[in-house]
């Protein structure tokens, strides 16, 4: 079992920044896919980044072209943790931000989700 906390949402002027945090505890996040969503009511959920398990050979990540250049996902393996750094926000990024989990790399779906966490950009 792994379980995710997600922190560092919060209430922005578009152009500014948040760096999003998710804690994993029971599993070193290391050796798992780690990625983040992003929902708004009434849509569906979004794919935003991820980050391949350590283990594959280079640095395997991936975005969703509407954040590649101002969003960077990156891992602290002291910490247990990955980050969303996201820079130069814009209104339409506003959404509840899910951190996720999988054993497989870069896979379809993800096994274990956080609670999310709120991100509002004002315009």
């Known amino acids: 079992q792994v379980q995710l906390v997600e922190s560092g949402g919060g209430l922005v002027q578009a152009g500014g920044s948040l760096r999003l945090s998710c804690a994993a505890s029971g599993r070193t996040v290391s050796s798992f896919t780690m990625g983040w969503f992003r929902q708004t009511p009434g849509k569906e959920r979004e794919f935003v980044a991820a980050i391949a398990p350590i283990s594959w050979s280079g640095t395997n990540i991936d975005y969703a072209d509407s954040v590649k250049g101002r969003f960077t996902i990156f891992r602290d393996n002291t910490k247990n943790t990955v980050y969303l750094q996201m820079n130069t926000l814009k209104p339409e990024d506003t959404a509840i931000y899910y951190c996720?989990?999988?054993?497989?790399?870069?896979?379809?779906?993800?096994?274990?989700w956080g609670q999310g966490t709120q991100v509002t950009v004002s315009s």
């Open positions: 996720a989990a999988d054993p497989r790399f870069l896979p379809p779906g993800y096994t274990y």
